[in-house]
Structure formats: structure tokens, C-alpha cells
């Protein structure tokens, strides 16, 4: 389009030039302007690369110490994990020992009472032994035949009217045939044990008569 220009556009002044001073002092002012903003712009660009770096290395430095901070956690996390894991291994093998202990003390209480049990059954044995000892008169009939024979000395004394040192001599031989028999071992063969019974049968009616008083 087409515009209008003003009349002061056209209007043109002959011989009408700026000088060259003047041409020369705008240059060397746009030369030092150039040069201020340069300077300027240097400065900028200067402080620009410093915090630029002061903001790489403290972000770097925030890195790395978040960095040691999680390693730090993950550390102590291990070593938490790892305590709490010898503390029931700990809780285990003290459970184990107690066990052991008590597996312990029972064996040694059955082994105190097969202790007991063994001589109260040798005690027994014993006392079972003596009675055999204290009963062999009345096993192999020497108790019956010392009965029988003082029954029937008694009964031939009052019916011959013997003397009182007569019955005190029957008296001591028949203790002592008794305690003769009690002192005997039972290892005796039965045979052996059937032909003495047949001699202290005829040795213990011996005449107590005969004997002096």
C-alpha cells in the first residue's frame, strides 16, 4: 500500500550534512559502548560460569553426601538385620542347650533310679539269701528232728524218772546238733544230705543216760 508521506519527509535541505567530528564521535561512542557491553556481558558470562560451578559442585557435593547418607542406612540396616539374626541363632542354641540339659538330667535321674533299683534288688537278694540260712533247718527237716527228739526224750524221762543233769545234757546236745546244722552250706548234694539225715537220726536218739553227770 501506498502510504502518504508528511511534508517534513519531504522536504530536503540542501547542502544540509552532519560534520565529520560529530560522524567520529558517534563511532568512538558506539565503539565504547560496544566495548562496555562486551566487558559487560564477560562479567555476566563470568559470574554465570561461577555459579554455574558452585552450583555443579554443591549439587555434586549434595549427591555424594545423600549418597553416603543411603549407604549409611543401607549399612546399618545390614547390621540390624545381621543382629537381630545372631540374636535368635543365640535364642536357638540356648533353646538347644536347655534341651540338651534337660535330656541330661533326665538320663542321669533314670540312671540314679536303675542305681537305686539295682541295690534295693541286692538288698533283697541278700536279705532273701539270709532267710534261706536262717530257714535251712526247717528245709531239710532238722528243726522236726530235734523236736521229735526232745519230745520223745521228755516223754522217756518222766516215764523212767531220770534225773535233772540227764535232761540238761539232752537239752545242750540238742542245741548244739541244731546249731551244728544251721552252720552247714546248702551246696550240699541231696543224696549226701539224705544218708547224713539217716546217721543224725540215729545220732540224735542217742542215750542221754549213759552220759555222767
Avoid at 508521506?5 to 563511532?27: A, I, T
Avoid at 558506539?30 to 557491553?37: E, T
Avoid at 542321669?108 to 541295690?119: P, T
Avoid at 537278694?125 to 535251712?136: A, G, K, P
Amino acid at each position: 500500500m501506498l502510504v502518504s508521506k508528511s511534508k517534513k519527509q519531504h522536504h530536503y535541505k540542501l547542502f544540509h550534512r552532519n560534520s565529520l567530528l560529530v560522524h567520529l564521535k558517534s563511532k568512538r561512542h558506539s565503539r565504547h559502548r560496544l566495548y562496555s557491553s562486551e566487558e559487560r556481558f564477560k562479567k555476566i558470562s563470568r559470574i554465570r560460569h561461577f555459579v554455574n560451578n558452585f552450583y555443579q559442585t554443591y549439587r555434586s557435593l549434595c549427591l555424594f553426601v545423600t549418597f553416603i547418607l543411603r549407604l549409611c542406612i543401607v549399612i546399618d540396616r545390614i547390621i540390624r538385620e545381621l543382629s537381630m539374626f545372631i540374636e535368635k541363632l543365640m535364642q536357638i542354641i540356648r533353646v538347644i542347650y536347655g534341651w540338651i540339659q534337660m535330656i541330661r538330667s533326665i538320663f542321669s535321674a533314670i540312671h540314679l533310679i536303675m542305681s537305686r533299683i539295682m541295690m534295693l534288688s541286692h538288698c533283697i537278694h541278700r536279705i532273701c539269701h539270709l532267710l534261706t540260712i536262717l530257714l535251712q533247718p526247717f528245709s531239710n527237716r532238722t528243726f522236726e528232728k530235734a523236736v521229735r527228739s526232745f519230745s520223745h526224750f521228755v516223754f522217756y524221762y518222766y516215764s523212767s524218772n531220770g534225773a535233772c543233769y540227764t535232761l540238761q545234757a539232752r537239752t545242750r546236745h540238742i542245741v548244739g546238733r541244731v546249731r551244728a546244722r544251721w552252720k552247714k552250706k546248702r551246696n550240699y548234694i541231696i543224696d549226701d544230705g539224705e544218708e547224713e539225715d539217716d546217721d543224725d537220726d540215729n545220732d540224735i536218739y542217742y542215750d542221754a543216760y549213759s552220759e555222767e553227770c
